[in-house]
């Protein structure tokens, strides 16, 4: 059949408009992508302590690289480590690294690898088999090793004399200003090819204000916001990218129920009142309103759909229970209060904090919430005079085991339940770990909360995971300068 002449050209014309159209959404390379975080970033050492890790991760991940990678499924992947293998019993491991470079164009060796990660792991024995290869021997079986080794504090260092830090990731270190930006310089040597961005720029702690009533991001591909930000940028159209209900906010209590002999400090609150305390919580209220349907109630440190358990834990409000509670402590003890230390650079948990004195009041606990500059679960102990602190942890991975261990670490615990968790290898397992964790109240789980992006239209392949870590190893900018 002969087409006409018309027919042809109209035809023609579809053909170049989607190619023109295809050739827009086309990777380009150059420019500069632009990123607001909300809190500010010190310390870029993936080993060291930082009021917001998360927010330091986000930096630092495209500096500094693991030996594997986990993706939006929780598969684990080759990075730094090429294969890996492990012996019948799951405790001794071997990484067989790929060839790569640190960023000054050093080889990557096991000797690289060993020293960085022993300042991680201490208690693991770690060794060159050869020069390419990483033998790792722990007390005790860890089922998912290769996962384990992509969670951030893994990531492969090397220290100088002059105390700055080399990595092998797709960027380097261009420009660093503690607390307010960090420039990060694309890395032609990079063994996964070059970056689409020749810099990536994090500004840190900026106000949202102007782009929020103008509604546009303006010269930034993406920007951090809070829930209540959120719902101004629902109202018109604007790109979000949102997480699963991820991160954890939890009170965690500093004083051991147990101190030892000759040591003086503050008395810990009695388990009977942090029970009632956990008791008390309207975490259905606190996820609803204050999260504004963006969060989920906490039973648990795993969420529902990570693990599929949470739901056997209670987390109904009982008030008539606590009270009791709180009855049978004012018999042997001081009326019931509690001091409630908060990040007082994050407003969602000023929230919660105040929402959970409104419930414990209820039933005759007084708490008292105050905000605080360094409120982290590592230094809390040292710099702050509070019963509690209040969190807001990320879900550190998206392997059950993995995210378990590494929570029970930063909470704390004792150092049994990390390494039963790395050690199970059935979900029942996981869950009889957890409620054991959980028992004596000195962690509370609060409510979950999802991370929120504003990305601008000209922000492609911006990859955020269901815990809300971002994948920037494929962002680009189109038009970017």
């Not at 799951?90 to 690294?97: A, E, I, N, S, T």
């Not at 509070?386 to 969190?391: F, P």
């Not at 990305?455 to 971002?470: K, T």
């Amino acid at each position: 059949m002969k087409l006409s002449f018309s027919r042809l050209a109209a035809i023609s014309c579809l053909v170049a408009f989607a190619a023109n159209g295809l050739a827009s959404l086309r990777p380009r390379y150059g420019g500069t992508a632009r990123i607001l975080l909300q809190h500010r970033v010190t310390l870029l050492d993936p080993s060291t302590d930082e009021d917001h890790p998360a927010e330091r991760d986000r930096v630092a991940n495209l500096l500094f690289e693991t030996l594997t990678s986990v993706d939006d499924q929780g598969r684990v992947h080759p990075r730094l480590a090429a294969s890996w293998s492990a012996d019948p019993a799951r405790r001794v491991w071997q990484f067989r690294l790929r060839l790569a470079r640190f960023t000054d164009g050093s080889p990557l060796t096991a000797g690289d690898v060993v020293a960085s990660l022993k300042n991680a792991r201490p208690d693991w024995k770690i060794t060159e088999f050869d020069r390419q290869t990483v033998s790792i021997e722990s007390a005790s079986p860890v089922w998912h090793m290769p996962e384990a080794l992509a969670l951030s504090k893994f990531a492969i260092v090397k220290r100088q004399p002059d105390g700055s830090l080399l990595g092998t990731g797709a960027f380097k270190l261009g420009e660093w200003q503690p607390g307010e930006r960090a420039v990060l310089q694309m890395n032609e040597d990079y063994w996964g090819g070059r970056a689409y961005p020749d810099s990536i720029e994090f500004q840190m702690g900026a106000s949202l204000r102007e782009q929020l009533v103008q509604r546009q991001l303006n010269g930034y591909a993406a920007a951090q916001i809070t829930v209540d930000q959120l719902r101004v940028l629902d109202q018109t159209g604007q790109i979000v990218s949102l997480s699963r209900p991820a991160d954890l906010l939890v009170i965690m209590f500093l004083q051991p129920d147990t101190v030892s002999p000759g040591r003086s400090g503050k008395r810990a609150v009695d388990p009977r009142v942090r029970q009632a305390l956990a008791a008390s919580l309207n975490r259905t209220a606190i996820s609803n309103v204050l999260l504004q349907k963006k969060g989920a109630p906490a039973a648990a440190l795993l969420p529902q759909w990570l693990t599929g358990y949470e739901f056997l834990f209670p987390s109904a409000q009982d008030a008539e229970r606590a009270r009791k509670l709180v009855a049978e402590a004012a018999v042997t003890g001081p009326a019931p209060s509690i001091s409630l230390a908060y990040d007082f650079a994050d407003p969602l948990t000023k929230l919660v904090a105040e929402r959970i004195a409104v419930d414990a009041r209820e039933v005759g606990i007084k708490v008292q919430p105050y905000g605080d500059a360094h409120v982290n679960q590592k230094s809390a102990q040292a710099t702050l005079n509070a019963d509690a602190i209040l969190l807001r942890i990320a879900l550190p991975s998206l392997e059950p085991g993995v995210a378990l261990a590494a929570l029970a670490a930063d909470l704390r615990m004792d150092s049994d339940t990390a390494s039963a968790a790395l050690a199970a290898a059935r979900p029942e397992d996981l869950y009889e770990i957890e409620r054991k964790a959980l028992e004596s109240y000195r962690v509370i789980p609060v409510a979950r909360v999802s991370q929120a992006v504003w990305l601008n239209a000209n922000a492609r392949n911006w990859q955020q995971l269901p815990n809300g870590a971002w994948d920037l190893d494929q962002l680009w900018v189109e038009g970017a300068h």
